[in-house]
């Protein structure tokens, strides 16, 4: 019964952290996309308003951004780069690129 209840509790586990996060907020909050970036302005990174404004209205840009949110940037905003976050799922890398695109006022 034990070994039955640990296997469902990590089978839930493993779930949960495939699933796509429904809130973008935060899921940049829980990303740590916020430890850099404010939604406008500068911090370490540039501000999510000023991304989204660069990349407004460019074919693919939410899968560019996704890309640079999984495996990080360097060069693009300055000298300091951009560190990959493996940990967020390629799922979730498009969410937070699509709302970061929503940001261009």
Request: proline fraction near 6%; charge should be negative; include cysteine.
């Amino acid at each position: 019964m034990k070994k039955t209840f640990i296997g469902i509790a990590a089978a839930s586990a493993f779930l949960l952290a495939g699933n796509v996060q429904a809130d973008p907020a935060a899921l940049a909050q829980s990303s740590g996309c916020l430890n850099c970036h404010n939604v406008d302005a500068k911090l370490v990174g540039p501000a999510l308003q000023e991304i989204a404004a660069k990349y407004a209205g460019e074919e693919g840009a939410a899968e560019m951004l996704a890309g640079k949110i999984k495996n990080g940037s360097n060069g693009v905003w300055g000298q300091i780069p951009m560190p990959p976050n493996p940990a967020v799922s390629d799922e979730n890398a498009l969410v937070l690129s699509e709302f970061i695109l929503s940001l261009n006022n």
